[in-house]
């Protein structure tokens, strides 16, 4: 069984800053993608931004050079450092995680609960 668990986030003034991490527990054989999607009220759910085994990353144009996606292999961790925050940030944000299992050998996303942050003054 594998899980995806989710902290950091809460209410912020425009300007702050969160730090958003997520740790992969379980059966854990390897970790290939992690990323970080959000969902505003009203809105389709969007990626925000991903980091690949070998470091490579992508972000959302509505976040770069704000937003900074990282990862820890041997904590099974990523994390998202949020900068210059705006309203128009508020959203669930929610980790996602390509994982293999070592129970079953099977290789399939998986997703955290969701944290909600709240930019506004």
């Known amino acids: 069984q594998v899980q995806l668990v989710e902290s950091g986030g809460g209410l912020v003034q425009p300007g702050g800053s969160l730090r958003l991490s997520c740790a992969a527990s379980?059966?854990?054989?390897?970790?290939?993608?992690m990323g970080w999607y959000r969902r505003a009220p009203g809105k389709e759910r969007e990626l925000v931004a991903s980091?690949?085994?070998?470091?490579?990353?992508n972000y959302a144009d509505s976040v770069k050079g704000r937003f900074t996606i990282s990862r820890d292999n041997a904590k099974n961790t990523v994390y998202l450092q949020m900068n210059s925050l705006k309203p128009e940030d508020t959203a669930v944000y929610y980790c996602?995680?390509?994982?293999?299992?070592?129970?079953?050998?099977?290789?399939?996303?998986?997703w955290g609960q969701g944290t909600q942050v709240t930019v506004s003054s």
């Open positions: 980091i690949i085994n070998g470091g490579s990353t």
């Open positions: 379980g059966s854990i054989f390897s970790i290939n993608y």
């Open positions: 996602n995680a390509n994982i293999r299992s070592a129970d079953t050998w099977t290789l399939r996303d998986y």
